[in-house]
């Protein structure tokens, strides 16, 4: 007797509540290695994340794209459970509590960051293989002294370089350059990638974060910040009550972080339309467990 079963390719989702992804935003977060300017040394803290104004529209970015071992770039295919309402009010900032203080500004002397120097053993094995010494003490640094393997990677990688003779600067002792190739290759440019990794310590991560963030930017860099940005920034904030509506959904139709398609959704006086390109619509199943940017608009309080 023979048994036929029909296979599916019916896919599983697993699901998300908002509320949580709201939860884990705000949810106490250890710190490792945080340098205390007042203990002169390296502690484990803890931070919590708080809102001090509510915007009139509130933009909720669902971070579905995540990087794996190796920096392979994936989207988390789940679903988000997203209400009509939601209420953040348990999120606004009450400043320095009770038994609190803010830490001392740190020194100069704190602020300028270790000189990182080649490993000898590292240089001395490359040396004896026919390298020049100067390119395997660069090949060590930039590879964080990781090992004799990964700074020979690197110095066959980077012979051609117009630059491998020049004297070794400071900047370049302070950064992993294999992490600057890696934010090059995401399209920042080189100056800004190593100003970015030194801000942030070397991560990667952190430094993308540095360089979209605006209040980050010197006037050094080639980011050009106007003079009408400032008056925007000094102008108050608008605030008000935390209860906000969902009015706005876009959405990425597509597996890959490569490649794929965005649709936007707006509620209009009760009433969902889709916005595909150039054609718009009426939208009776919005996919709002789907989406990748939420808008929500502040409720009249």
């Not at 509510?54 to 990087?67: A, E």
């Not at 020194?107 to 293989?129: F, N, R, Y």
Request: hydrophobic share 40%; aromatic share 8%; proline share 5%.
């Amino acid at each position: 007797m023979f048994h036929c079963s029909r296979s599916t390719d019916e896919i599983v989702r697993p699901r998300v509540r908002l509320v949580d992804c709201l939860r884990s935003f705000v949810a106490e977060e250890e710190v490792h290695d945080f340098y205390s300017n007042e203990l002169k040394a390296k502690v484990t803290a803890t931070k919590t994340a708080r809102l001090i104004s509510f915007p009139d529209y509130l933009v909720l970015h669902m971070r579905k794209f995540v990087m794996e071992a190796g920096w392979v770039p994936k989207k988390l295919d789940v679903y988000i459970d997203v209400p009509d309402t939601i209420d953040i009010s348990d999120m606004r900032s009450k400043g320095i509590q009770p038994g609190e203080e803010l830490l001392p500004e740190p020194a100069a002397e704190d602020m300028a960051e270790p000189k990182l120097l080649a490993d000898d053993d590292i240089v001395s094995q490359l040396v004896s293989m026919g390298f020049n010494n100067l390119h395997c003490e660069k090949a060590a640094i930039n590879t964080s002294n990781a090992g004799v393997e990964e700074a020979m990677n690197w110095l066959l990688s980077h012979m051609d370089d117009a630059d491998i003779d020049a004297p070794i600067s400071q900047e370049a002792q302070s950064v992993d350059q294999s992490k600057v190739d890696t934010l090059v290759s995401f399209g920042f440019q080189e100056d800004v990638a190593r100003k970015a990794l030194k801000a942030s310590g070397g991560d990667i991560e952190k430094a993308t974060d540095w360089i979209f963030n605006p209040t980050n930017v010197s006037s050094s860099s080639n980011m050009d910040v106007s003079s009408s940005s400032t008056s925007i920034a000094d102008s108050p904030l608008p605030d008000g009550g935390g209860a906000y509506r969902l009015m706005g959904i876009v959405s990425h139709i597509g597996t890959s972080t490569q490649c794929g398609h965005y649709v936007a959704h707006i509620n209009k006086d009760g009433q969902w339309v889709i916005f595909n390109d150039e054609k718009v619509g009426v939208s009776k199943n919005p996919p709002k467990d789907m989406g990748y940017l939420y808008v929500f608009e502040r409720l009249n309080s």
